[in-house]
């Protein structure tokens, strides 16, 4: 069965410092990865995909296959980083979404 | 964007009551939508899959006879927790799938079922 970790639940930076939050996946097939943040009071968004490998609001992920990873990484936190986010993996061609108990990001001034 | 609403945002039933949770894409055609529970500081589950026309697939664990799911048209889906007691109490949260756009699934604000 797939299964989406994320061994952090809260992750503490300050403005200006580097951020990585970490995801791993398991699953047997070929993985389709996402993360997604969700600000306070808000409803869930997608952040990025892993096949578009683009950078959102200065966020990147890269899919490595042989560590079965897929984290998060800013050069330089912001205050309005802060947020909860959550990894998913796509499974199955019917777009179905298997979460990772996600990670709360603060961004300290 | 594509927008997702659900109402009501909170509710609040006593135990035994049913309670029915819409889900509607506001501008777009929804072929596909999803149920989640999410309870406090923990990850959404999915709890089914809602097809147009067609009856929920449900996940392992979910009652099918518990959490009732339409999807009558390609905008609106509902889920009826039946018979809700206090451990139903969680944040119910749905996504659509964009019928053009279908590897985007896009997340309604949620809502909130307190059951007394």
């Known amino acids: 069965a797939q299964r989406v970790t994320q061994p952090e639940k809260l992750l503490s930076v300050f403005k200006g410092a580097p951020v990585e939050l970490k995801c791993n996946y398991s699953?047997?097939?070929?993985?389709?990865l996402f993360w997604y943040v969700q600000y306070s009071r808000q409803r869930l968004q997608l952040l990025l995909r892993h096949i578009s490998r683009e950078s959102i609001k200065g966020f990147t992920a890269d899919l490595n296959k042989g560590e079965t990873s897929f984290h998060l990484k800013k050069p330089f936190a912001q205050e309005e980083d802060s947020a909860m986010y959550y990894c998913?993996?796509?499974?199955?061609?019917?777009?179905?979404?298997?979460f990772g108990t996600g990670t709360q990001l603060k961004v300290e001034l | 964007g594509a927008v997702v609403s659900q109402h009501p945002s909170w509710v609040i039933c006593k135990s035994g009551t049913s309670v029915k949770i819409e889900c509607r894409s506001l501008?777009?055609?929804?072929?596909?939508m999803f149920w989640y529970r999410q309870f406090p500081k923990q990850s959404l589950m999915l709890m089914a899959t809602s097809n147009e026309g067609s009856k929920a697939t449900y996940e392992q664990g979910v009652e099918k006879d518990k959490f009732l799911i339409n999807h009558a048209s390609l905008t609106l889906s509902t889920l009826t927790v039946t018979s809700a007691h206090p451990e139903d109490s969680s944040f119910y949260i749905c996504s659509a799938r964009d019928r053009i756009i279908t590897d985007t699934q896009y997340f309604g604000p949620g809502t909130r079922l307190t059951v007394l």
């Open positions: 501008d777009f055609q929804a072929t596909t």
């Open positions: 699953y047997s097939g070929s993985p389709e």
């Open positions: 998913a993996l796509r499974t199955g061609g019917g777009n179905k979404l298997t």
